[in-house]
């Protein structure tokens, strides 16, 4: 077996980690830290091998507190970090989550998430208090790539975390891509970063997500800072929304799906139209914000909504929101890992995800779904 | 039915800290350059402002504070974050580690130090300093242990003494309900990558001046990227201690710093154990007492 090194702008065949990995560094990105777990452990892997050659850090933590700790330590210098894991280690990184957020630094989360549970940690949070995270969907390693880069200048842009969903597939299949730094535009400058030469001039600096100044500096103190953090969040929402539809113009039938069963929502759904048959999806690509207006539109005349998802029904949560009972909105996906349940199960495939929509196209709202696929090997 | 009204209590003398007591000396200006204000909110006789102060002053002697960057942790010098004239990033409590960390890795010139409290660090964060010490982290901790959650009101921490009354141990730590104390200072000098740990106290004069010269020992091993370097400073709170404000002092010495002895314990790779520092701080104050005599002789002329 050989290895090819990445370098920017040459197409390779790589692992989606490692195309991450590789994206993240043409971002600008210095400091990594994390901890291993399935599937995000070739994550980590990567960044520690690309880091350090360009000058950079990669801490192989302790734990996931100290992990997320480190990268809020990066942060508040200036510099472009990240940290990631599975969800479990993200329900370990929880409160700094939010404190993080509301001392409004960019921080980049790399997310692969075991299954496809974890849609509401993604979205929600399982943090305290008024926050809330950017998150990016990829349903490939191309798009993993290119996310991965817009999620930094996101990060920067607004002064506000960023999630990169990803999963099993995401990391660890392979694809051909190329991988050159993106030029999305100027991002505000860091005044507020941390080095110590204003030190003894009355202007040093904080980094506090508590709405805190330095004494005799103007301060908005907590609870103003709470609300132009709002503010600043309801202008995200305006701004940010990034959603793929197909074929809704005349569709009877729509499916929803994001990441990875998007892929597969998206081909199955092509093939049915070349077939005749009036159906058409609709891929978001942010899960916060989230395409609510697009589902309103989308939806307007529709016999059914259907949505694809790999867990017991939590986008479909926000789907009804967007929808907002314009048509009948029904659950087409399940529970299905493999057997370690780290990865993707048989509910993945193109015949059982054909058979489930054409289901709900024939029947309707309540039509019944063919039973879910068992996972034989246990 | 009668109902006994709850008689007024005399309420006893209240330590007036606007005057200076008489005969009292001014020894240095009234705040370092590195502080933004005189004033501080905590209760009168609180340890924590004079320790403060003294790495304040230790990172201007040494000509570091155009370059130092702060971690604080959560607990009432808390309270600081706003007044110190140094950049800081306020972590979470028992957090400011790996924060720490994390500056340090993207700012190697820097001189980074963490200020956290014995709930902060040894309760919350344990795992954290632990780390950062074995990881050689060529960082400054600092911890203000004052044997109690000051800043949630008289609680046991990790570090409360053995027969120690708090509010969460009424009548006193008790081995067998509520375990015993850790001594940080002496767990950490056994870590290889630690380079300085010692332990002071500003519970006199004599002690802040030592604690001062611990701190510039400390900051000048992290000048020379000698690694992990850790003060641990006993703090008074004569609040959370349920006693009064004048008596922290000595409380200090009789119940904290029997436990957690004063002196270095570890330098240039050498650890001294608490039977070391006992003999050293007795062959001090047994030399400072000859000294004393000696003075009082050749003035009377005996
Ligand atoms: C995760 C978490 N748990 C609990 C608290 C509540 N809390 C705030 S300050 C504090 C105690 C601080 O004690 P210490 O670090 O010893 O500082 P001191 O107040 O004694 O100076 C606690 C428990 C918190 N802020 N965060
Ligand atoms: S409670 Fe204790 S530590 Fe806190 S300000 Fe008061 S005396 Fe100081
Ligand atoms: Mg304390």
């Known amino acids: ?378 | 039915m009668t109902v006994t009204q709850p008689q007024p209590q005399p309420v006893g003398p209240v330590l007036d800290t606007s005057v200076a007591p008489p005969g009292a000396k001014k020894i240095a200006d009234l705040k370092p350059d590195l502080l933004l204000t005189q004033e501080h909110a905590m209760c009168p006789g609180c340890g924590e402002p004079i320790a403060l102060r003294v790495y304040l002053e230790a990172l201007q002697e040494l000509g570091l504070a155009q370059r130092t960057i702060g971690v604080a942790g959560i607990g009432c010098y808390t309270a600081f974050s706003g007044t110190m004239d140094v950049d800081l990033v306020q972590a979470l409590h028992g957090r400011a580690p790996s924060v720490a960390t994390g500056v340090k890795r993207m700012k190697p010139e820097a001189i980074v130090f963490t200020l956290q409290g014995d709930g902060d660090m040894v309760n919350e964060g344990l795992q954290e300093i632990l780390h950062t010490a074995a990881r050689g982290e060529n960082v400054t901790c600092i911890l203000l242990n004052n044997g109690v959650f000051g800043e949630t009101g008289g609680h046991m921490t990790a570090t409360t003494v053995l027969g120690q009354r708090t509010k969460n141990s009424l009548d006193g730590r008790d081995a067998e309900y509520h375990g015993y104390p850790m001594l940080i200072g002496d767990l950490i000098a056994q870590i290889q990558g630690a380079s300085y740990v010692a332990r002071g106290s500003v519970h006199n004069a004599g002690a802040v001046a030592r604690t001062k010269r611990m701190f510039k020992r400390a900051f000048e091993s992290q000048m020379h990227n000698e690694g992990f370097s850790f003060v641990e400073v006993l703090t008074m709170c004569p609040t959370g201690w349920f006693i009064p404000t004048g008596d922290g002092p000595d409380y200090l010495q009789d119940t904290l710093a029997e436990v957690h002895v004063i002196g270095e314990l570890k330098v240039d790779g050498v650890v001294h154990n608490t039977e070391q520092l006992v003999a050293e701080n007795t062959r001090k104050a047994e030399e400072a007492a000859a000294n004393k005599a000696r003075d009082l002789a050749a003035k009377t002329g005996a």
Not at chain 1, 312 to 329: C, F, K, N, T, Y
């Open chain 1, 1 to 378: 077996m050989t290895t090819v090194e990445a370098s920017p702008g040459v197409a390779h065949l790589m692992e989606g980690s490692e195309a991450i990995a590789t994206a993240a560094v043409a971002a600008g990105c210095r400091f990594f830290a994390g901890y291993p777990m399935t599937p995000f452990t070739e994550v980590l892997e990567h960044f520690a091998k690309q880091l350090p050659p360009v000058g950079g850090v990669c801490v192989n933590a302790e734990s996931e507190l100290e992990a997320v700790g480190m990268a809020w330590g990066a942060l508040s210098t200036g510099a472009r970090a990240a940290t990631g894991s599975t969800g479990q280690g993200l329900s370990l990184m929880q409160e700094s989550f939010s404190e993080i957020t509301l001392a409004e630094l960019p921080l980049v989360i790399f997310y692969m998430a075991r299954g496809g549970q974890d849609y509401f940690q993604s979205t929600r949070g399982g943090g305290h208090g008024d926050y809330r995270h950017m998150v990016l969907a990829p349903m490939d390693i191309a798009e993993a790539a290119e996310l991965t880069q817009l999620a930094f200048h996101l990060a920067d842009k607004w002064r506000n975390p960023v999630l990169v969903y990803g999963d099993y597939l995401t990391a660890h299949t392979q694809q051909s891509v190329s991988i050159e730094p993106v030029d999305f535009g100027p991002v505000p400058d860091k005044p507020w970063a941390v080095n110590g030469e204003l030190n003894g001039t009355g202007n040093s600096r904080i980094v506090s997500p508590l709405g805190f100044a330095k004494k005799g500096q103007p301060s908005l103190g907590i609870e103003r800072h709470l609300r132009a953090m709002q503010a600043k969040l309801a202008e995200i929402e305006q701004a940010e929304v990034r959603v793929e539809t197909g074929y809704v113009d005349d569709a009877e039938t729509v499916i929803v799906a994001f990441g990875t069963p998007a892929k597969f929502v998206r081909y199955v759904v092509a093939q049915m139209r070349a077939e005749g048959e009036k159906v058409g999806y609709v891929r978001p690509i942010t899960l916060w914000p989230y395409p609510y207006e697009t589902l309103a539109q989308v939806s307007e005349g529709v016999r059914t909504v259907g949505v694809f998802e790999l867990c017991g029904g939590q986008m479909i949560e926000d789907v009804r929101l967007g929808v907002l009972g314009r048509a009948p909105v029904v659950g087409i996906g399940g529970i299905s890992t493999d057997g370690s349940g780290f990865g993707v199960g048989p509910l993945l495939d193109v015949e059982i995800i054909r058979e489930r929509i054409l289901a709900i196209h024939r029947g309707g709202a309540d039509a019944e779904l063919p039973p879910l696929p068992v996972n034989e090997r246990g």
